[in-house]
T-cell receptor, first 118, second 114 residues
Framework: AQKITQTQPGMFVQEKEAVTLDCTYD???????LFWYKQPSSGEMIFLIY??????QNATEGRYSLNFQKARKSANLVISASQLGDSAMYFC???????????????FGAGTQVVVTP | NAGVTQTPKFQVLKTGQSMTLQCAQD?????MYWYRQDPGMGLRLIYY???????DKGEVPNGYNVSRLNKREFSLRLESAAPSQTSVYFC?????????????FGSGTRLTVV
């Protein structure tokens, strides 16, 4: 069963606008971590932001913030003030806790392609 | 530069040929991983190694073997390549998932099997 779901295959956003990328996850483990990665056309995987399941506050890293809604099992990425360089594929990923078979391993969603237009 | 180094960056194989993808990290990480990326499917785990001397199957291990040669190196072998193995392969490493949430990825190997 798919554990990470990204329902937006692609989206366009205008420069300087904010964009929200959706991510929902499925786990019964109480201890897990959620990640967002950026993959530009050059292909490398760039870590953006991390949210632990026990973290009280939503994670923020510069223009990136994670809208963590635990009860809804949602971990949306918000990019504020989009720039042309933000055009890339974005992946949501989850790592479940030590008591699970998937401990230590990242499980990825299918990704969302973002195109920033001038 | 510290990080994860993958070789080769590109490879074209004929069906039935074998090859080994190499991965090395210089961050003294315990855990290493091999993922494949196919269009529309995100990254899927092929094999991983939680520590030197151990390896385990991931989500899509069929057609692959791995070797954790030492703490630094984790190789992925295709014994008899098939067109279905055409993909981009990423190696990643992580220090200790209990403390370190950072995963470092290599730049990828683009493999085409014809």
């Amino acid at each position: 069963a798919q554990k990470i779901t990204q329902t937006q295959p692609g989206m366009f956003v205008q420069e300087k606008e904010a964009v929200t990328l959706d991510c929902t996850y499925d786990t019964s483990d109480p201890s897990y971590g959620l990640f967002w990665y950026k993959q530009p056309s050059s292909g490398e995987m760039i870590f953006l932001i991390y949210q632990g399941s026990y973290d009280q506050q939503n994670a923020t890293e510069g223009r990136y913030s994670l809208n963590f809604q635990k009860a809804r099992k949602s971990a949306n990425l918000v990019i504020s003030a989009s720039q042309l360089g933000d055009s890339a594929m974005y992946f949501c990923a989850m790592r479940e806790g030590v008591r699970t078979d998937s401990w230590g391993k990242l499980q990825f969603g299918a990704g969302t392609q973002v195109v920033v237009t001038p | 530069n510290a990080g994860v180094t993958q070789t080769p960056k590109f490879q074209v194989l004929k069906t039935g040929q074998s090859m080994t993808l190499q991965c090395a990290q210089d961050m003294n990480h315990n855990s290493m991983y091999w993922y494949r990326q196919d269009p529309g499917m995100g990254l899927r785990l092929i094999y991983y190694s939680a520590s030197e001397g151990t390896t385990d199957k991931g989500e899509v291990p069929n057609g692959y073997n791995v070797s954790r040669l030492n703490k630094r190196e984790f190789s992925l072998r295709l014994e008899s390549a098939a067109p279905s193995q055409t993909s981009v392969y990423f190696c990643a490493s992580n220090g200790d998932p209990r403390r370190d949430y950072g995963y470092t990825f290599g730049s990828g190997t683009r493999l085409t099997v014809v």
